[in-house]
Protein backbone atom coordinates (compact mmCIF):
# COMPACT_ATOMS: atom_id res chain seq x y z
CA UNK A 1 0.00 0.00 0.00
CA UNK A 2 1.32 3.55 -1.07
CA UNK A 3 0.80 6.88 0.36
CA UNK A 4 3.27 9.26 0.30
CA UNK A 5 3.32 11.38 -2.91
CA UNK A 6 -0.23 10.13 -3.96
CA UNK A 7 -2.99 12.65 -4.63
CA UNK A 8 -5.69 11.05 -2.43
CA UNK A 9 -3.04 10.90 1.03
CA UNK A 10 -2.10 14.80 0.02
CA UNK A 11 -5.56 15.42 -0.17
CA UNK A 12 -6.16 14.34 3.10
CA UNK A 13 -2.99 15.92 4.47
CA UNK A 14 -4.94 19.37 2.95
CA UNK A 15 -7.84 18.63 4.84
CA UNK A 16 -6.48 18.17 7.87
CA UNK A 17 -3.98 21.43 7.27
CA UNK A 18 -7.02 24.03 6.92
CA UNK A 19 -8.79 22.07 10.38
CA UNK A 20 -5.90 23.28 12.17
CA UNK A 21 -5.16 26.30 10.30
CA UNK A 22 -9.09 27.50 11.50
CA UNK A 23 -8.01 26.13 14.79
CA UNK A 24 -4.85 28.22 15.23
CA UNK A 25 -6.76 31.70 14.23
CA UNK A 26 -8.33 32.24 17.27
CA UNK A 27 -5.09 32.58 18.74
CA UNK A 28 -4.84 36.33 17.42
CA UNK A 29 -4.96 38.88 20.23
CA UNK A 30 -3.84 42.87 20.50
CA UNK A 31 -0.71 41.89 21.34
CA UNK A 32 0.52 38.59 19.17
CA UNK A 33 -0.98 35.43 19.41
CA UNK A 34 -1.86 33.98 22.87
CA UNK A 35 -1.84 30.57 24.33
CA UNK A 36 -4.72 28.55 22.89
CA UNK A 37 -6.71 26.08 25.45
CA UNK A 38 -8.29 22.53 24.45
CA UNK A 39 -11.12 24.34 22.85
CA UNK A 40 -9.63 27.13 20.53
CA UNK A 41 -10.19 29.82 23.07
CA UNK A 42 -7.24 31.97 24.58
CA UNK A 43 -6.11 31.43 28.08
CA UNK A 44 -5.31 34.83 28.45
CA UNK A 45 -3.64 34.29 32.06
CA UNK A 46 -0.96 32.28 29.92
CA UNK A 47 0.31 36.11 28.42
CA UNK A 48 1.35 36.69 24.91
CA UNK A 49 4.55 34.92 24.41
CA UNK A 50 7.48 35.72 22.16
CA UNK A 51 7.45 32.01 20.83
CA UNK A 52 3.76 31.27 20.38
CA UNK A 53 3.79 34.68 18.33
CA UNK A 54 6.81 34.21 16.00
CA UNK A 55 5.61 30.45 15.45
CA UNK A 56 2.55 31.39 14.29
CA UNK A 57 3.79 34.27 11.91
CA UNK A 58 5.80 31.31 10.23
CA UNK A 59 2.16 29.03 10.36
CA UNK A 60 0.43 31.97 8.52
CA UNK A 61 3.34 32.95 6.08
CA UNK A 62 3.25 29.06 5.45
CA UNK A 63 -0.41 29.21 4.71
CA UNK A 64 -0.69 32.28 3.06
CA UNK A 65 2.21 31.05 0.13
CA UNK A 66 -0.46 28.17 0.16
CA UNK A 67 -3.19 30.26 -0.79
CA UNK A 68 -5.57 30.55 2.32
CA UNK A 69 -7.65 33.23 2.52
CA UNK A 70 -7.09 35.00 5.44
CA UNK A 71 -3.73 34.00 6.05
CA UNK A 72 -1.98 37.13 5.11
CA UNK A 73 -4.08 39.24 7.16
CA UNK A 74 -2.34 37.36 10.25
CA UNK A 75 1.37 37.59 8.50
CA UNK A 76 0.46 41.57 9.21
CA UNK A 77 -1.07 40.38 12.56
CA UNK A 78 2.11 38.60 14.02
CA UNK A 79 5.06 41.12 12.11
CA UNK A 80 2.66 44.11 13.90
CA UNK A 81 2.87 42.26 16.93
CA UNK A 82 6.63 41.47 16.88
CA UNK A 83 7.09 45.45 16.35
CA UNK A 84 4.57 46.53 18.65
CA UNK A 85 4.56 45.33 22.25
CA UNK A 86 6.85 42.49 22.01
CA UNK A 87 9.48 44.30 20.72
CA UNK A 88 11.92 45.75 23.71
CA UNK A 89 12.87 49.73 21.80
CA UNK A 90 15.42 50.17 24.30
CA UNK A 91 17.93 47.63 24.55
CA UNK A 92 16.92 45.77 21.54
CA UNK A 93 15.53 42.05 20.56
CA UNK A 94 12.11 40.83 22.04
CA UNK A 95 10.82 40.27 25.44
CA UNK A 96 9.68 36.95 26.32
CA UNK A 97 6.24 37.21 27.34
CA UNK A 98 3.53 40.74 28.03
CA UNK A 99 0.01 41.30 28.08
CA UNK A 100 -2.24 44.06 27.85
CA UNK A 101 -0.95 46.05 31.00
CA UNK A 102 3.05 45.57 30.01
CA UNK A 103 5.78 43.09 30.26
CA UNK A 104 5.66 39.81 31.80
CA UNK A 105 8.84 38.17 31.17
CA UNK A 106 12.03 40.78 30.12
CA UNK A 107 14.59 38.35 29.13
CA UNK A 108 15.93 37.87 26.23
CA UNK A 109 15.44 34.39 24.97
CA UNK A 110 18.01 32.68 22.21
CA UNK A 111 15.03 29.66 21.72
CA UNK A 112 12.87 32.46 21.18
CA UNK A 113 14.54 34.72 19.43
CA UNK A 114 15.24 31.91 16.80
CA UNK A 115 12.10 31.22 16.33
CA UNK A 116 11.72 35.30 15.53
CA UNK A 117 14.59 34.76 12.74
CA UNK A 118 12.19 31.79 11.40
CA UNK A 119 9.09 33.76 11.37
CA UNK A 120 10.51 36.60 9.93
CA UNK A 121 12.20 34.71 6.86
CA UNK A 122 9.20 32.93 6.79
CA UNK A 123 7.63 35.89 6.00
CA UNK A 124 9.44 37.97 3.58
CA UNK A 125 8.11 34.93 0.96
CA UNK A 126 4.60 36.27 1.36
CA UNK A 127 5.84 39.78 -0.54
CA UNK A 128 4.56 41.74 3.13
CA UNK A 129 6.61 45.01 2.79
CA UNK A 130 7.94 45.35 6.22
CA UNK A 131 8.93 41.51 6.65
CA UNK A 132 12.26 41.93 5.15
CA UNK A 133 13.40 44.88 7.25
CA UNK A 134 12.21 42.41 10.22
CA UNK A 135 14.35 39.75 8.68
CA UNK A 136 17.41 41.80 8.89
CA UNK A 137 16.51 43.36 12.35
CA UNK A 138 16.49 39.87 13.15
CA UNK A 139 19.17 38.75 12.22
CA UNK A 140 21.30 41.69 13.87
CA UNK A 141 19.98 40.38 16.83
CA UNK A 142 21.22 37.02 16.58
CA UNK A 143 24.73 37.71 15.32
CA UNK A 144 25.17 40.36 17.73
CA UNK A 145 23.75 38.86 20.91
CA UNK A 146 23.55 34.74 20.31
CA UNK A 147 25.64 33.66 17.85
CA UNK A 148 28.71 33.38 19.32
CA UNK A 149 31.67 33.23 16.68
CA UNK A 150 34.33 31.85 19.18
CA UNK A 151 31.89 28.53 20.34
CA UNK A 152 30.49 28.21 16.65
CA UNK A 153 27.19 27.84 18.38
CA UNK A 154 24.37 29.83 20.21
CA UNK A 155 24.39 31.49 23.44
CA UNK A 156 21.17 30.64 25.78
CA UNK A 157 19.83 33.71 26.79
CA UNK A 158 20.69 37.25 28.09
CA UNK A 159 19.16 39.41 31.12
CA UNK A 160 16.96 42.77 29.38
CA UNK A 161 19.69 44.90 29.07
CA UNK A 162 22.00 42.02 27.46
CA UNK A 163 24.44 42.51 30.28
CA UNK A 164 24.39 39.19 32.23
CA UNK A 165 24.16 35.67 29.76
CA UNK A 166 23.77 32.04 31.62
CA UNK A 167 26.54 29.65 31.88
CA UNK A 168 24.08 27.09 30.31
CA UNK A 169 24.00 26.43 26.99
CA UNK A 170 21.05 24.83 25.27
CA UNK A 171 20.68 21.59 22.63
CA UNK A 172 17.02 22.67 22.13
CA UNK A 173 17.67 26.26 20.77
CA UNK A 174 20.87 25.37 18.98
CA UNK A 175 18.19 22.25 17.16
CA UNK A 176 16.41 25.54 16.53
CA UNK A 177 18.59 27.00 15.11
CA UNK A 178 19.55 24.62 12.42
CA UNK A 179 16.08 24.35 11.24
CA UNK A 180 15.86 28.62 11.07
CA UNK A 181 19.37 28.73 9.69
CA UNK A 182 18.43 26.69 6.96
CA UNK A 183 15.46 29.02 5.88
CA UNK A 184 17.30 32.14 6.12
CA UNK A 185 20.14 30.56 3.60
CA UNK A 186 16.46 29.89 1.15
CA UNK A 187 15.50 33.33 1.44
CA UNK A 188 19.35 35.48 1.73
CA UNK A 189 21.24 32.52 -0.75
CA UNK A 190 24.25 33.51 1.95
CA UNK A 191 26.19 30.36 2.23
CA UNK A 192 27.54 31.28 5.89
CA UNK A 193 24.09 30.13 7.27
CA UNK A 194 24.21 26.38 6.20
CA UNK A 195 28.13 26.45 7.49
CA UNK A 196 26.46 27.39 10.81
CA UNK A 197 24.01 24.64 10.95
CA UNK A 198 26.30 21.91 9.90
CA UNK A 199 28.56 23.10 12.83
CA UNK A 200 25.92 22.77 14.93
CA UNK A 201 24.61 19.57 14.20
CA UNK A 202 28.46 17.93 13.76
CA UNK A 203 28.67 18.89 16.88
CA UNK A 204 26.10 17.94 19.07
CA UNK A 205 25.05 14.87 17.42
CA UNK A 206 28.31 13.18 15.07
CA UNK A 207 30.65 14.21 18.12
CA UNK A 208 28.29 13.51 20.91
CA UNK A 209 25.09 12.11 20.27
CA UNK A 210 26.45 9.72 18.24
CA UNK A 211 28.79 8.13 21.09
CA UNK A 212 25.79 7.88 23.74
CA UNK A 213 23.85 5.61 21.17
CA UNK A 214 21.78 8.47 19.54
CA UNK A 215 20.22 9.56 23.14
CA UNK A 216 20.80 12.91 21.96
CA UNK A 217 21.98 15.82 25.39
CA UNK A 218 20.36 18.85 25.66
CA UNK A 219 22.20 20.17 28.33
CA UNK A 220 25.65 21.96 28.52
CA UNK A 221 27.96 24.08 30.52
CA UNK A 222 29.74 27.05 29.32
CA UNK A 223 32.34 24.92 27.70
CA UNK A 224 29.94 22.64 25.46
CA UNK A 225 30.73 19.83 28.32
CA UNK A 226 27.27 17.96 28.84
CA UNK A 227 25.35 18.56 32.24
CA UNK A 228 24.05 14.93 32.31
CA UNK A 229 22.41 15.39 35.91
CA UNK A 230 20.61 19.06 34.69
CA UNK A 231 16.98 19.38 35.88
CA UNK A 232 17.19 15.79 37.47
CA UNK A 233 14.48 17.47 40.15
CA UNK A 234 12.18 18.50 37.48
CA UNK A 235 12.39 15.59 34.79
CA UNK A 236 8.89 16.51 33.15
CA UNK A 237 10.14 20.67 32.27
CA UNK A 238 8.80 21.58 28.66
CA UNK A 239 11.86 23.18 27.70
CA UNK A 240 14.48 21.64 29.64
CA UNK A 241 13.36 17.97 30.44
CA UNK A 242 16.19 15.96 32.79
CA UNK A 243 17.26 13.19 30.44
CA UNK A 244 17.41 13.07 26.57
CA UNK A 245 14.19 14.17 24.97
CA UNK A 246 13.87 11.54 22.38
CA UNK A 247 10.89 13.28 20.10
CA UNK A 248 14.54 16.05 19.85
CA UNK A 249 16.42 12.61 18.04
CA UNK A 250 13.79 12.52 15.40
CA UNK A 251 13.63 16.20 15.07
CA UNK A 252 17.80 16.52 14.62
CA UNK A 253 16.79 13.53 11.98
CA UNK A 254 14.63 15.14 10.53
CA UNK A 255 16.90 18.86 9.44
CA UNK A 256 19.59 16.79 9.06
CA UNK A 257 18.16 15.31 5.86
CA UNK A 258 16.88 18.85 5.09
CA UNK A 259 20.84 20.06 5.59
CA UNK A 260 21.64 17.30 2.96
CA UNK A 261 19.55 18.29 0.57
CA UNK A 262 20.56 21.61 0.97
CA UNK A 263 24.07 20.99 0.18
CA UNK A 264 23.26 18.60 -2.74
CA UNK A 265 21.51 21.22 -4.31
CA UNK A 266 24.62 23.64 -4.30
CA UNK A 267 25.81 20.32 -6.51
CA UNK A 268 27.92 19.32 -3.51
CA UNK A 269 28.83 16.31 -1.71
CA UNK A 270 27.42 16.35 1.88
CA UNK A 271 28.79 14.43 4.22
CA UNK A 272 28.52 11.06 4.52
CA UNK A 273 27.47 10.88 8.42
CA UNK A 274 24.52 13.35 7.72
CA UNK A 275 22.26 10.72 6.73
CA UNK A 276 24.14 7.67 8.94
CA UNK A 277 23.56 9.70 11.73
CA UNK A 278 20.25 10.58 10.97
CA UNK A 279 18.57 6.79 10.54
CA UNK A 280 20.45 6.39 13.69
CA UNK A 281 18.91 8.40 15.22
CA UNK A 282 15.46 7.49 14.19
CA UNK A 283 16.11 3.60 14.81
CA UNK A 284 17.28 4.69 18.75
CA UNK A 285 14.15 6.37 18.87
CA UNK A 286 12.07 3.31 18.24
CA UNK A 287 14.53 1.30 19.89
CA UNK A 288 14.14 3.44 23.31
CA UNK A 289 10.44 4.85 23.30
CA UNK A 290 8.08 3.30 20.25
CA UNK A 291 5.45 1.15 22.64
CA UNK A 292 8.12 0.50 25.38
CA UNK A 293 5.58 -0.07 27.76
CA UNK A 294 3.06 -2.48 26.32
CA UNK A 295 0.87 0.74 24.85
CA UNK A 296 1.94 2.70 21.45
CA UNK A 297 3.12 5.69 21.57
CA UNK A 298 6.36 7.54 21.61
CA UNK A 299 7.36 8.58 25.68
CA UNK A 300 8.83 11.76 26.56
CA UNK A 301 12.13 11.19 27.67
CA UNK A 302 14.50 8.52 28.67
CA UNK A 303 17.77 8.30 30.63
CA UNK A 304 21.73 7.82 29.63
CA UNK A 305 20.89 3.74 29.40
CA UNK A 306 17.71 4.23 27.79
CA UNK A 307 15.48 3.91 31.15
CA UNK A 308 12.33 5.70 30.42
CA UNK A 309 12.17 8.71 32.80
CA UNK A 310 8.47 10.42 31.49
CA UNK A 311 6.50 8.07 30.05
CA UNK A 312 3.85 10.52 28.98
CA UNK A 313 3.44 10.82 24.86
CA UNK A 314 3.11 13.96 23.55
CA UNK A 315 1.86 14.89 20.52
CA UNK A 316 4.88 16.85 19.19
CA UNK A 317 7.78 13.81 18.95
CA UNK A 318 5.06 12.45 17.31
CA UNK A 319 4.40 14.31 14.70
CA UNK A 320 8.37 14.72 14.36
CA UNK A 321 9.01 10.96 13.46
CA UNK A 322 6.41 10.88 10.81
CA UNK A 323 8.29 13.89 9.62
CA UNK A 324 11.82 12.30 10.01
CA UNK A 325 10.45 8.87 8.58
CA UNK A 326 9.13 11.02 5.27
CA UNK A 327 12.43 12.37 5.01
CA UNK A 328 14.38 9.23 5.23
CA UNK A 329 12.03 7.55 2.68
CA UNK A 330 12.87 9.97 0.26
CA UNK A 331 16.53 10.13 0.38
CA UNK A 332 16.75 6.20 0.24
CA UNK A 333 13.70 5.27 -1.25
CA UNK A 334 13.46 2.39 1.58
CA UNK A 335 9.78 1.04 2.70
CA UNK A 336 10.39 0.15 6.69
CA UNK A 337 10.38 4.15 6.67
CA UNK A 338 7.15 4.26 4.54
CA UNK A 339 5.40 1.60 6.56
CA UNK A 340 6.58 3.62 9.53
CA UNK A 341 4.68 6.90 8.56
CA UNK A 342 1.69 4.76 7.94
CA UNK A 343 1.69 3.31 11.24
CA UNK A 344 2.55 6.63 13.21
CA UNK A 345 -0.28 8.26 11.53
CA UNK A 346 -2.74 5.44 11.90
CA UNK A 347 -1.46 6.15 15.70
CA UNK A 348 -2.21 9.78 15.37
CA UNK A 349 -5.52 9.54 14.10
CA UNK A 350 -6.50 6.70 16.85
CA UNK A 351 -5.40 9.06 19.66
CA UNK A 352 -4.05 12.30 19.04
CA UNK A 353 -6.36 14.01 16.43
CA UNK A 354 -9.39 15.94 18.48
CA UNK A 355 -11.98 16.65 15.85
CA UNK A 356 -14.48 17.29 18.16
CA UNK A 357 -12.48 20.30 19.96
CA UNK A 358 -10.28 21.06 17.59
CA UNK A 359 -6.31 20.71 16.52
CA UNK A 360 -4.42 17.58 18.57
CA UNK A 361 -4.31 16.70 22.06
CA UNK A 362 -0.83 17.60 23.05
CA UNK A 363 -0.15 14.97 25.54
CA UNK A 364 -1.82 11.79 26.68
CA UNK A 365 -0.97 8.78 29.42
CA UNK A 366 0.47 5.63 29.43
CA UNK A 367 -2.61 4.09 28.40
CA UNK A 368 -3.13 7.09 25.47
CA UNK A 369 -5.59 8.69 27.55
CA UNK A 370 -5.87 12.64 27.41
CA UNK A 371 -4.23 14.20 30.20
CA UNK A 372 -1.95 17.32 31.31
CA UNK A 373 0.73 17.14 33.23
CA UNK A 374 3.41 18.89 31.29
CA UNK A 375 1.10 21.13 28.17
CA UNK A 376 -1.85 23.45 29.85
CA UNK A 377 -4.26 23.02 26.71
CA UNK A 378 -3.04 23.49 23.14
CA UNK A 379 -0.74 26.49 22.74
CA UNK A 380 0.13 26.60 18.99
CA UNK A 381 -0.12 24.67 15.34
CA UNK A 382 3.69 24.74 14.61
CA UNK A 383 4.77 21.27 14.50
CA UNK A 384 1.73 20.32 13.15
CA UNK A 385 1.92 22.47 10.06
CA UNK A 386 4.59 20.81 9.37
CA UNK A 387 3.79 17.01 9.85
CA UNK A 388 0.82 17.77 7.11
CA UNK A 389 2.98 20.32 4.59
CA UNK A 390 6.40 18.59 4.46
CA UNK A 391 5.07 15.49 3.12
CA UNK A 392 3.89 17.21 0.22
CA UNK A 393 7.32 19.30 -0.73
CA UNK A 394 11.05 18.15 -1.43
CA UNK A 395 13.15 18.81 1.50
CA UNK A 396 14.65 21.79 0.19
CA UNK A 397 14.04 24.56 0.05
CA UNK A 398 11.89 24.77 3.53
CA UNK A 399 8.32 24.95 3.92
CA UNK A 400 7.53 28.61 3.11
CA UNK A 401 9.92 28.78 -0.06
CA UNK A 402 8.72 25.93 -0.98
CA UNK A 403 4.97 26.83 -1.05
CA UNK A 404 5.89 30.12 -2.35
CA UNK A 405 7.57 28.79 -5.30
CA UNK A 406 4.35 26.96 -5.84
CA UNK A 407 6.50 23.39 -5.25
CA UNK A 408 3.06 22.17 -3.43
CA UNK A 409 1.20 22.08 -6.46
CA UNK A 410 3.44 20.05 -8.31
CA UNK A 411 4.97 17.19 -6.37
CA UNK A 412 1.98 15.17 -5.68
CA UNK A 413 2.38 12.19 -8.49
Not at 18 to 42: C, E, S
Request: charged share 25%; net charge negative; hydrophobic share 40%.
Amino acid sequence: MKWLNTLSHNRWLDQETDRILDFGKNAAVPTGFGWLGNNGQVLSDMGTHLWITARMLHVYSVAAGMGRPGAYSLVEHGIRALNGSLRDRRYGGWYACVNDEGVIDSSKQGYQHLFVLLGAASSVTTGHPEARKLLDDAIEIIEARFWSEQEQMCLESWDEAFVKTEDYRGGNANMHAVETFLIVYDVTHDRKWLDRALHITSRIIHDIARKDEYRVNEHFDANWNPLRDYNKDNPAHPFRAYGSTTGHWVEWGRLMLHLHAALEARFETPPTWLLEDASGLFHATIRDAWAIDGADGLIYSVDWDGTPIVRERMHWPMIEAIGCAYALYTVTGDKQYEAWYQKWWDYCTNYLIDYKNGSWWPELNTRNEVEAKVWNGKPDIYHLLTCLVLPRLPLTPGLAPAVAAGLLDCYAK
